[in-house]
């Protein structure tokens, strides 16, 4: 289960990325947050976005909030 | 004082050829007849139409009763693909196409999709290049009537392992259409396929001229209503002007193709190493080295996309983009998609005859700060 969840749905590429990238350095290394997001460039940016900046992309899981990304931080 | 115009898109629409002009104006005058008729008039224009088809086979290197001329690369494209699967629906539905094929054969597909047909999606890897071996498994599934490959990616430029894809399907006994637009004029086009499409605009011939190409032996079959124009492969009445400059101008850029490739190429090199070392996380995607030599792909972090463009235009710099918020659909590129790369802030540079070094030297230069301006404003510096 994720610590934390970022809800950014309604939001357009590229501003769910960028909500992970703000909250991400406040929490614990490990911590694993779960972004809600409809647009569907998050599927692509938010792998994408880990990749970059090395941290850890976990998968995404569809749930009855729609699409969402789970996302551990790893340094 | 408003910056001079740099067009940066040649992969959407080069600018006319001075060939094409020329010959545009001139069969204007000339090619306005119906070639199929049995008077003075048509039999001008049938002349001109017979010229146009036998420059464009010699430059393709294919014969002249192989190549139709089509009303867009599109429609092109929409008869490679539901042709080549009708020609061969008794031995199957199924068509094998990469995941980065132009929208014209993916939206084809869908439509043979919803007629009952089947169809397989082969991946590319993050440079964006054709999984040969997931490729050749597919096309070697019972019941595959054609594969379809586009020669080299529209989005990044990265060329495709055609001679190897066309092996597998060879193998097979599998029809390959290759998807051409980006590649005719610009760089040499593998053999071994079966059908071919391209696009007048995208060499510098005017819009609304297609080519398509059947190689003799090959089973295909009109997607369309009868009418025995063109090898009864495309109907209705042709632009003759256009397609005479188009031909013309195929064989004015293929006579220079190899020069230009050799003064576009480092350009693009050059703006693969400076945009990855002078614009902070950015991310220039497509194969550095296998790629056609006048077109570049990179995405900036956080930053929007439609705004990026906005700003490049303000600038005078037009460009194309595959992110979501600058298409119709809102969806993202399928090819950046496919690769599994940044779609958002994507920004794609394609060169063509007209383009010079101070033009590249000056966007290098502006870049950087209008990136930088966006992110500020955004308020994304230092994530």
């Known amino acids: ?73 790893h340094h | 004082m408003s910056a001079s115009p740099v067009y940066l898109d040649a992969a959407t629409a080069a600018p006319l050829h001075p060939v094409a002009r020329q010959a545009l104006l001139a069969a204007l005058d000339d090619g306005w007849a119906d070639p199929g008729k049995l008077y003075t008039q048509a039999r001008r224009a049938r002349q001109l139409l017979d010229a146009a088809r036998a420059a464009a086979a010699e430059t393709l290197g294919v014969r002249p009763d192989e190549l139709s001329f ?37 939206h084809a597909a869908e439509r043979h999709v919803a007629d009952g047909g089947e169809a397989t999606s082969v991946p590319v890897d993050r440079l964006g290049g054709l999984d040969v071996d997931v490729w050749a498994a597919a096309v070697r599934a019972p019941g595959v009537a054609l594969a379809a490959l586009i020669a080299a990616s529209h989005e990044v430029g990265t060329l495709q392992p055609v001679s190897e894809a066309a092996a597998a399907c060879a193998d097979a006994g599998v029809p390959l259409y290759v998807d051409a637009a980006q590649a005719v004029g ?24 297609g080519l398509l190409v059947v190689r003799k032996g090959t089973r295909w079959e009109s997607p369309y209503p009868a009418d025995e124009r063109e090898s009864g492969r495309t109907p209705g009445a042709l632009n003759l002007p256009a397609v005479v400059a188009a031909a013309a101008s195929l064989r004015a850029v293929a006579a220079d193709a190899a020069a230009e490739a050799a003064r576009l190429s480092p350009l693009v090199d050059l703006i693969r190493s400076r945009v990855a070392a002078e614009v902070p996380d950015v991310e220039v995607v497509g194969d550095p080295e296998r790629r056609l030599p006048h077109l570049v792909t990179f995405s900036c972090l956080y930053v929007d996309g439609e705004a990026l463009l906005h700003a490049l235009d303000r600038r005078g710099f037009a460009v ?17 998609e496919a690769m599994g790369v940044l779609s958002h802030g994507n920004v794609r540079i394609s060169l063509h005859r007209e383009t010079s070094a101070a033009d590249v030297e000056r966007f290098l230069a502006e870049l950087p700060g209008i990136v930088a301006a966006l992110r500020a404003e955004a308020g994304v510096v230092g994530l």
């Open chain 2, 320 to 336: 194309s983009s595959g992110s979501s918020c600058t298409s119709s659909t809102l969806r993202p590129s399928h090819v950046l």
């Open chain 2, 186 to 209: 610009r760089v040499p086009v593998p053999g071994g396929w079966s059908v071919l499409s391209a696009s007048a605009h995208k060499w510098g011939g005017p819009a609304g001229v």
């Open chain 2, 70 to 106: 089509t009303p867009s690369g599109t429609a092109a494209a929409h008869a490679a693909v539901l042709g080549g699967l009708a020609g061969r629906r008794r031995v199957g539905r199924r068509l094998v196409h990469s995941a980065i094929e132009h929208s014209a054969v993916l």
């Open chain 1, 1 to 73: 289960m994720p610590d934390e969840v970022l809800d950014c749905r309604g939001q357009r590429c590229p501003l769910p990325v960028i909500a992970v990238a703000r909250r991400m350095p406040e929490l614990p290394v490990g911590t694993v947050v779960r972004v809600l997001a409809d647009d569907p460039a998050a599927a692509v940016d938010i792998p994408a976005w880990c990749r970059m900046r090395g941290q850890e992309f976990l998968g995404t899981v569809t749930g009855p909030d729609g699409p969402a990304y789970d996302v551990r931080r």
